[in-house]
């Protein structure tokens, strides 16, 4: 309602801040070609490297056995190759990623796990070969992956009436 001839109104609103909390977000650029290269030639694990001393077991045949036998030797030496093998799959990853991106090979978000598992040539191999070797490699291997059934046959689960 407008005031009357002459009256004025003060109208006093009061507003309250809005607080809005957001989430911490790291943007991280993809890495270049070179970089995973380099990385996989990093990659490598050597039980020797995971001894406590590289000794012979004839000179200290005591030693040898407790490095051999030792659960907690055994089990430092499983998480380091473990841990090597969790790098390659990470490395393999990304270089699958740039595969994607240049239509080398064409997999889903989804596949990815299960074409590493599939194609994982292993640390010698990855090292050694050239870019052009390891692209036919899984080149080949992706037409493998492809033709392979992704639900095996209801007899083929009944393998005990073989």
């Known amino acids: 309602m407008a005031p009357s001839s002459g009256k004025q109104w003060d109208l006093e609103v009061r507003l309250r801040r809005l607080q809005v909390s957001v989430g911490i ?3 991280v650029a993809p890495r270049e070609l070179r970089e995973i290269l380099r990385d996989i030639e990093a990659l490598g694990y050597s039980e020797e490297d995971y001894r406590i001393s590289k000794v012979d077991a004839f000179a200290s045949p005591i030693t040898f056995l407790y490095e051999a036998l030792n ?13 090597n093998d969790d790098r390659r799959h ?6 699958f990623i740039k595969y994607v991106d240049y239509d ?6 989804t596949e990815f796990d299960a074409f590493i598992a599939f194609s994982d040539p ?9 870019q052009y070797e390891f692209i036919r490699f899984i080149q ?17 689960y009944q393998y005990q009436w073989d």
């Open 90 to 95: 990470d490395l393999l990853r990304e270089l």
């Open 140 to 156: 080949q291997r992706f037409e493998l992956f492809r033709g392979l059934p992704s639900k095996l046959n209801e007899s083929d």
């Open 71 to 83: 659960r907690d030797e055994r089990s430092k030496r499983l998480v380091a190759e473990m841990e």
């Open 25 to 27: 977000a790291e943007v």
């Open 122 to 130: 292993g640390d010698e191999l990855l090292q050694t070969w050239t």
């Open 104 to 109: 080398i090979i064409s997999l889903n978000q």
